[in-house]
């Protein structure tokens, strides 16, 4: 399992900042209405609030009951409307906030389709189902919840700051004397908390990565009776994410009280300065502390949600970044004079090729091999000798590290990858099948095919009969990977599926391990008539299969140290022999 270990430090939350912003940037005209609509709401609220401190003056003060009446109307209907903007507010930024994270994990699955094979190799796919899911749904949530607030807060900070100004500069300045107070203790808090939240985000996707694995793989989990070491593994990782995750919440949570003790020590401060300066004689009334007070509430609300609401700001930029991260790796590309091949013929070649994985082991050694249109080569060797690796390289799966690897005369560099892997049809070990139809699972070999085509590629694979014998026969709809079905007939459809792409080249990466020696022998009679015409390259291990191959290559340790047909390996008495014998001799009487 490869545990994503996170950096506990944003690296550049600037760059995330304005990358996110260049996708909300793009729903400006619901940006322009939320903008109004929070003008709209602030006014109200300024005129409100100025209309409370003249109830105290003009109506209370005075006994006018009349007018009392008529000035709370006023404010109701004020109310109502400051209530049906916020309305439209939060209905426009949920919208924009929906859209945002589409486009967001609409880029971030279209750049994972371009990554190489390299990077799945090193990375968890539950953590990268996590990028996708849970760090989007985390942007998703901040965009509709904080967004609004921060637009609104914005402008209700100016506004209330010019309406206090204009009613009493000497409480007004007294009132701001708490701020700086309030900003430095958020910030000290968010210092602490902020590695923490990057720690969270880390956490829940090695989580994530850990039951992905677990759950595929728990037939193996129960075969070997680990279910115990099992659940103490699960048990330290959710340890681990619920201890960060409570020491993030609980440290930023702390900012709410301190702010609102701040506030109110204000609130009293204004509240006896105002006294003072009405007993003195100036020209402040009552009316006007209270309202004051009341503009001071209204400024100091803003602020705080903005202070609060940064710890859900760093959750969700410790997400984007981790989404970013996916989206700045360096994706497949072709070459700039990479060009478009339609009918390769299947004449492969492999001149003095070299490569390692990380730079340090070569797992293949002055690789020389030629196969003609056609012909089938056999490659056979112990486990890690780097069969499979050929076969990465012929669909340019990674790059090699010295050497050429060319079709029909042609680099492979120069072909497009698209192009190139429309010409080979691959058939592995583990085959995957997909949550839908046998029918669609085998159209993903050719897109275009028709069902009697299908049908066809059935019948040579010698699947069409257990098929026919399904509940819904062709319309059977799969169960995940195929669990509905053996291990047989889950290789035969993948078969079925390379028969029907028609491709020039072929490669059986193990395709028979899994089936029985009666299906074997079926399937043997299908393949001879599947490769006629075609270049096939055959990796097994069950030596029986690969008897009538044109060239047989033995592979050891990265290097080809014998060639040639299964008679002549016999006959050489050397490591094809040996291994030939090992299986059949002593088993089957050979």
Do not use: W
């Not at 209370?60 to 709370?72: E, P, Q």
């Not at 900070?157 to 700086?180: K, R, Y």
């Amino acid at each position: 399992m490869h545990m994503v270990k996170s950096n506990e430090k944003l690296n550049n939350p600037k760059e995330t900042i304005n990358r996110l912003l260049k996708y909300i940037g793009s729903k400006k005209a619901s940006l322009i209405l939320i903008f109004v609509f929070c003008v709209i709401t602030t006014l109200v609220s300024i005129f409100g609030t100025k209309l409370n401190g003249d109830i105290v003056d003009n109506y209370i003060a005075t006994g006018n009951m009349s007018g009392l009446y008529k000035i709370c109307i006023i404010l109701i209907a004020m109310y109502l409307a400051a209530t049906a903007s916020t309305f439209v507010q939060n209905r426009l930024m949920v919208g924009i906030a929906q859209k945002t994270s589409s486009d967001i994990r609409k880029d971030l699955y279209e750049k994972m389709q371009h990554l190489p094979l390299k990077y799945y190799d090193t990375h968890s796919s539950g953590d990268l189902m996590s990028r996708l899911t849970n760090d989007i749904d985390n942007i998703n949530m901040t965009l509709s919840q904080s967004i609004t607030q921060l637009i609104s807060g914005v402008i209700n900070i100016i506004g209330m700051l010019i309406a206090m100004l204009m009613l009493s500069p000497q409480l007004t300045i007294i009132g701001l004397l708490t701020i700086p107070i309030t900003i430095m203790g958020t910030r000290t808090i968010m210092k602490y908390t902020q590695p923490l939240f990057i720690k969270k985000q880390g956490d829940l996707g090695n989580l994530n990565g850990y039951i992905e694995e677990m759950v595929s793989g728990q037939k193996a989990v129960l075969l070997f009776g680990q279910e115990e070491n099992v659940k103490k593994e699960f048990d330290n990782i959710n340890k681990s994410i619920t201890k960060s995750a409570i020491l993030a919440d609980a440290i930023s949570g702390c900012m709410g009280p301190i702010n609102n003790f701040i506030n109110n020590l204000t609130y009293l401060v204004l509240a006896v300065c105002g006294g003072v300066f009405i007993l003195k004689g100036m020209d402040i009334s009552v009316g006007i502390v209270f309202t004051i007070i009341l503009y001071m509430r209204n400024f100091n609300q803003p602020i705080n949600q903005i202070l609060n609401i940064s710890n859900t700001l760093q959750g969700a930029l410790a997400g984007a970044e981790r989404v970013f991260e996916v989206m700045d790796e360096n994706p497949e590309m072709d070459k700039d004079n990479s060009v478009v091949v339609d009918n390769l013929q299947g004449e492969v070649k492999l001149e003095k090729v070299e490569f390692s994985y990380n730079n340090d082991k070569k797992i293949l050694n002055n690789i020389n091999l030629t196969a003609h249109k056609g012909q089938t080569i056999a490659i056979v060797g112990p486990t890690g000798s780097g069969k499979t690796t050929i076969i990465n390289l012929l669909n340019k799966f990674y790059t090699i590290d010295s050497g050429r690897i060319s079709i029909d005369g042609k680099n492979i560099d120069d072909i497009t990858m698209e192009s190139l892997r429309k010409s080979v049809s691959v058939v592995l070990q583990d085959t995957y099948l997909f949550s839908v139809s046998v029918r669609e699972n085998l159209r993903y070999g050719n897109l275009n095919a028709t069902d009697e085509e299908i049908e066809k590629a059935a019948k040579l694979a010698n699947a069409h009969h257990f098929i026919m014998q399904l509940e819904d026969g062709y319309d059977t709809v799969l169960s995940d990977n195929g669990g509905n079905l053996s291990q047989g007939q889950r290789q035969l459809l993948s078969i079925a599926r390379a028969i029907l792409s028609n491709s020039s080249i072929l490669i059986l990466d193990e395709a028979t391990s899994s089936i029985d020696t009666r299906t074997e022998v079926a399937i043997q009679e299908a393949m001879v008539n599947l490769m006629k015409g075609k270049t096939t390259f055959i990796i097994a291990h069950r030596l029986s299969t690969i008897r009538n191959a044109d060239k047989i290559l033995a592979l050891k340790d990265g290097e080809i140290i014998e060639r040639g047909t299964h008679d002549e390996l016999l006959q050489s008495d050397g490591f094809y022999a040996n291994l030939y014998n090992s299986q059949f001799r002593s088993g089957l009487g050979i």
